[in-house]
């Protein structure tokens, strides 16, 4: 409101009403009285209503007790429940209990040495699991297993907690290799136990975490209380306590309250759930857990628009920008992340199950029709995927298993759907290969 009063009771002003009459004189202070008695009023209007989206926000703001917790979704969706707990999603973190530590403890199976003097041993102790750092035989750290990140298609990375903070534990397990492995990025000398995990880390591992950190602390702290783990149906339907309670006390309502279906979102939302997380490297303009399903990621994250070359895009971490810059995607007006994957279902692996969601689109009614169809009979129903998806190197997820002198890149499933030739002879000749079956 400062410059509009230094304007009303400006010198120019003053001049102004001294060189007219006393009509004039009036006309102008009535003219002035009513502009500035709008302009108060615009200016208490203006507050009110920065009160009230302030309000607004402030409701919207998601904490630890909007949560009801996925098992509470099984009194009334158990199908769908008993599928999910067995998904890559529901499962990339768990607690570091036994049943969900992929390597071994086993003397001879459990040590990853580095050529420096330094080892990292896997050991059962004191009730728990650890990684104990040994120099020339001598113990000099030990952490214990608190965290399992990743559901272990690729490999899996481990978290111990130090009070508040979480830190990343240098030996991780890499499933190709069937081993332990150097966790990815981290150095071999001097062997680390330092690397601390982010709220960004968090936010696409956990369904939701609790930061208790100052914004300007360098290093972020949570409260391990309020902690939910894995991607889990909160994630992608909204916190469900208030739901919960309703359904519990209304039993007989069949329209479901206080919850999103993302089945009724429009394309865009659609593709911001998933890109939240497959998007890639965007970056937060507010914390991190503000974005919930159904918002605009425009809104919490800064992202980079430009079009760049599919050859430039690592296949972790950005499915999204990948499948954008296929001409499947480009050419539709409703194709998303779900027009392929069912969420609530563990369907990796399954080719065929996805070759026949390829053929919804790409048959004879629709068009266009691979071109090996009629060479290949029945078997072009079978695999799509190796032939236009193909297994390609991770530039971002590597590691190095005992032994070897350069890390082994992962072997992430690439969403640029096109014609790959190599992989396609590839295909073909191995099919050739294959015994015939009987009559």
């Known amino acids: 409101m400062q410059p509009f009063f230094s304007i009303l009771v400006s010198p120019a002003f003053a001049i102004s009403f ?39 926000e402030e409701k919207r703001k998601v904490t630890a007790g909007d949560f009801a917790g996925s098992a509470s979704c099984m009194n009334c969706h158990k199908k769908i429940y008993d599928t999910h707990v067995l998904t890559p999603h529901y499962n990339t973190t768990r607690p570091a209990l036994e049943k969900n ?12 040495n580095y ?6 041993k896997m050991e059962k102790r004191n009730g728990g699991f650890y990684q104990v750092g040994y120099y020339f035989g001598v113990e000099k750290i030990a952490q214990r297993f608190d965290i399992v990140v990743g559901s272990g298609a690729k490999g899996q990375t481990y978290i111990y907690r130090d009070d508040n903070y979480l830190v990343q534990l240098p030996v991780s397990y890499f499933t190709a290799a069937r081993q332990w492995a150097n966790s990815p990025q981290y150095p071999t000398y001097p062997v680390l136990f330092n690397r601390p995990i982010t709220s960004r880390c968090l936010e696409c591992h956990t369904t939701y975490a609790s930061k208790i950190s100052s914004p300007k602390s360098q290093f972020e702290q949570f409260d391990s209380t309020s902690f939910i783990y894995g991607v889990d149906c909160e994630k992608c339907h909204g916190p469900a306590a208030n739901h919960v309670a309703f359904q519990t006390q209304n039993p007989k309502e069949t329209k ?10 429009t394309r865009s939302q659609k593709l911001d759930l998933c890109a939240l997380c497959h998007g890639g490297p965007i970056q937060k303009t507010k914390p991190s857990f503000s974005f919930t399903t159904g918002n605009r990621l425009e809104d919490y994250f800064k992202i980079d628009t430009a079009v760049v070359s599919p050859d430039s895009i690592d296949v972790h971490g950005n499915q999204y920008g990948l499948l954008r810059n296929s001409k499947c995607f480009r050419m539709s007006n409703t194709m998303t992340c779900i027009t392929c994957h ?8 399954k080719l065929e199950l996805f070759s026949q969601r390829c053929m919804t689109c790409h048959n004879t009614d629709h068009g266009p029709i691979c071109k090996l169809t009629s060479s290949m009979g029945s078997e072009i129903n079978n695999n799509c995927i190796n032939c236009h998806m193909p297994r390609s190197q991770s530039k971002f997820i590597t590691e190095l298993v005992k032994g070897d002198k350069k890390p082994t890149a992962a072997m992430i499933r ?23 079956s009987k009559p």
């Not at 009535?30 to 502009?35: F, G, H, K, M, S």
């Open 342 to 349: 069912n969420s609530h279902e563990n369907e990796r692996g």
């Open 414 to 436: 690439s969403h640029y759907i096109t014609i790959y030739p190599k992989e396609t002879k590839a295909f073909i000749d191995n099919l050739g290969k294959q015994p015939k």
């Open 101 to 112: 530590i992929m390597g071994s403890f086993e003397p001879g199976k459990n040590l990853f």
């Open 115 to 120: 050529d420096s003097g330094m080892a990292v």
């Open 18 to 56: 001294n060189c007219h009459g006393m009509k004039n004189r009036r006309r102008v202070h009535n003219t002035t009285v009513a502009i500035f008695a709008i302009l108060l009023s615009v200016f208490f209007l203006t507050e009110c209503i920065d009160k009230t989206e302030t309000k607004k």
């Open 256 to 265: 479901a309250k206080y919850i999103t279906n993302p089945a009724n979102f």
